[in-house]
């Protein structure tokens, strides 16, 4: 079937910057808008960016002009660009992409498993 992996989660110091990237792979027919979330300690999951098939790009304002999303189609692969990173960043970061598998009609939502990001001096 179909799964997403993360990797590039780390710690690292405020200022500094961190490449996150996630992979679907499986039985896929067509790989949609795709998108990173987090969650820091003890709150919600938020989205963090969105990137479509087009290359339409929106973030939350809490990272605009320091996170970058982008994606390399022919590798069905989304990548987010952290830059100035912030204790506040802190959080198990999540990508999901809405994916159409082979073996259905409609897309669905689907998520990797998280990797976490610890910005600390």
């Known amino acids: 079937q179909v799964h997403l992996v993360e990797s590039g989660g780390g710690t690292v110091q405020p200022g500094g910057s961190l490449t996150l990237s996630c992979t679907a792979s499986?039985?896929?027919?067509?790989?949609?808008?795709m998108r990173w979330h987090r969650q820091p300690p003890g709150k919600e999951r938020e989205l963090v960016a969105s990137i479509t098939v087009g290359l339409d790009t929106n973030y939350a304002g809490s990272v605009q002009g320091r996170f970058t999303i982008s994606r390399d189609s022919s590798k069905n692969t989304v990548y987010l660009h952290m830059n100035n990173l912030k204790p506040e960043d802190t959080a198990v970061y999540y990508c999901s992409a809405l994916i159409r598998p082979t073996t259905s009609w409609a897309p669905s939502d689907y998520w990797g498993q998280g990797t976490q990001v610890t910005v600390s001096g």
């Open positions: 499986g039985s896929i027919a067509t790989v949609n808008t």
